[in-house]
């Protein structure tokens, strides 16, 4: 078990309870926060986008620390709008549908059997079968599913793919299971480099099904390493190798794994891309905090891996750092609760900034080192 610090842990997990009554105040039971802030502040917003999950997912994991049924409520409120947007298939017209009801309807089921969150994200993990191309067998990222200009995978898919392997289980029905696991295969063959590094996206022939070139998005260049692409990674191996057994996962979830802790700076928080490893490059905190989730996951899957230990220490680093330099801090008027993240260089959006998927894997981090036995929401 992991010695963080109690006392430390015990009072991160409060400043995030309290900045989350700060967002439940701001966005009521109807709005959702933009997916930027300013000075730690998010606009409201809708359901829409790949983000609102983790809104919920933070009130679910504020309820299962506190058992204060009022971040509960909330959480089940937002169903009618999960359930509405997924029934108009209103702004899905992309991969990221997985992130959206995960953590929000799978968890909800998760924890308290309610049968329309699991009615609700069935119906999304339809959606996300609708992105899937079988000439080639991966989940189209972006774009209209006729559109021949916009056709790749993208590595932040792996965050998807639970979804599929959920309703699976859930279902019954192989055909999720299929679906995930042939994107998962497409995305470790053309996503993961021989040195374990990770390409952002890699573009495919939208006629033929064949890979054409690597890509990137949101990192530096296509053949550097975008840092939340590496941490997504990271955590999307170890939750397949969690629904899959798949042995062949576990070398390269821990090779994705040690070489993110490779490449960290000095000051353990990882550049916005990992070409940088000095510490004063542009930060990507939400990045860390994925990865430290996934060495989590694995170590919590593996009782027994070599690098257990080591990475044991280093995720004490890098909560540490986090919890240390990089919080927002609560100041009035303010929701965010992790600061300095990235959100798009290249589009130059939610630069050195809160965003709430950085938030919420924070907190997701500190309730799986406060309760070893946190059953995960993906
Ligand atoms: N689409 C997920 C991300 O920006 O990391």
Request: net charge negative; with cysteine.
């Amino acid at each position: 078990m992991i010695q963080w610090d109690k006392q430390k842990l015990e009072s991160k997990l409060a400043y995030c309870i309290g900045q989350i009554d700060n967002g439940v105040e701001q966005f009521g039971d109807s709005f959702f926060p933009l997916d930027v802030s300013v000075s730690g502040r998010y606009d409201c917003y809708y359901n829409r986008s790949w983000i609102p999950g983790f809104w919920s997912g933070l009130l679910l994991l504020a309820y299962e620390v506190t058992m204060d049924k009022k971040y509960l409520d909330v959480a089940r409120r937002h169903l009618d709008s999960y359930e509405i947007r997924i029934k108009n298939l209103s702004d899905v017209c992309h991969h990221d549908i997985g992130f959206c009801y995960s953590p929000s309807c799978v968890a909800l089921y998760k924890l308290t059997g309610d049968e329309r969150a699991k009615k609700t994200a069935l119906a999304a993990a339809d959606a996300e079968c609708l992105r899937y191309k079988e000439n080639g067998k991966y989940i189209k990222a972006w774009g209209a599913m006729d559109d021949p200009k916009e056709n790749r995978i993208i590595i932040d898919c792996l965050l998807n793919l639970p979804l599929l392997f959920w309703a699976a289980k859930e279902s019954g029905q192989e055909k999720y299971y299929e679906i995930a696991l042939n994107h998962l295969h497409k995305s470790v063959d053309l996503l993961i480099r021989p040195d374990a590094t990770t390409y952002h996206t890699y573009v495919i022939d939208f006629n033929e099904g064949v890979p054409v070139m690597p890509k990137t998005a949101q990192g530096y260049a296509d053949d550097s390493i975008w840092a939340r692409g590496q941490a997504w990674a990271v955590y999307g191996l170890a939750l397949a190798y969690g629904y899959t057994r798949d042995e062949s996962l576990v070398e390269k979830q821990i090779a994705v794994t040690n070489k993110f802790i490779d490449l960290l700076p000095p000051d353990q928080v990882p550049a916005w891309d990992m070409v940088f490893t000095d510490n004063n490059t542009l930060k990507d905190t939400s990045a860390s905090a994925i990865a430290v989730c996934g060495m989590l996951e694995m170590n919590r899957l593996l009782q027994q891996h070599k690098n257990r230990a080591v990475w044991e220490q280093k995720i004490c680093d890098m909560m540490s750092a986090l919890s240390e330099g990089h919080l927002v801090g609560n100041r009035p008027g303010t929701s965010a609760i992790l600061a300095h993240g990235t959100g798009s260089v290249p589009h130059g959006q939610g630069i050195n900034a809160s965003q709430i998927w950085g938030d919420y894997y924070y907190m997701e981090a500190l309730v799986r080192l406060y309760k070893p036995d946190w059953v995960q929401y993906w």
